[in-house]
């Protein structure tokens, strides 16, 4: 099983940009599609990104898409998560997890291994 741990969460402004990266135990990173989720406070976990095991193939929640960018380095073993133009709404806790491989939605059921989460704060 692969261990997840998030980093680069923190406290800016509208407008300003984080990344955040998702470092990843094991030799199996590249065998999984992995994804970004978030949660704010009182709400549901929802689906933010999800990357490709190769990396060639992305897809986005339309709440960040053009802002966000979802990225991975299997050599490394790290998951990226570029945010720019970070709005309000955009402050949650944010989690990067493994896609189980006979799976292919972006549900949350569909994903396996869970880091603990960065906390991403915007203000206004």
């Known amino acids: 099983q692969v261990q997840l741990v998030e980093s680069g969460g923190g406290l800016v402004q509208a407008g300003d940009s984080l990344r955040l990266s998702c470092a990843a135990s094991g030799r199996t990173f590249s065998s999984y599609a992995m994804g970004w989720f978030r949660q704010a406070p009182g709400k549901e976990r929802e689906f933010v990104a999800v990357i490709s095991r190769s990396g060639g193939g992305t897809a986005y929640a339309d709440s960040v898409k053009g802002r966000f960018t979802i990225s991975r380095d299997n050599a490394k073993n790290t998951l990226y998560l570029q945010m720019n133009s970070l709005k309000p709404e955009d402050t949650a806790v944010y989690y990067c997890?493994?896609?189980?491989?006979?799976?292919?939605?972006?549900?949350?059921?569909?994903?396996?291994?869970w880091g603990q989460g960065t906390q991403v704060t915007v203000s206004s």
């Open positions: 997890a493994t896609r189980t491989p006979d799976r292919s939605t972006t549900r949350l059921a569909d994903f396996g291994s």
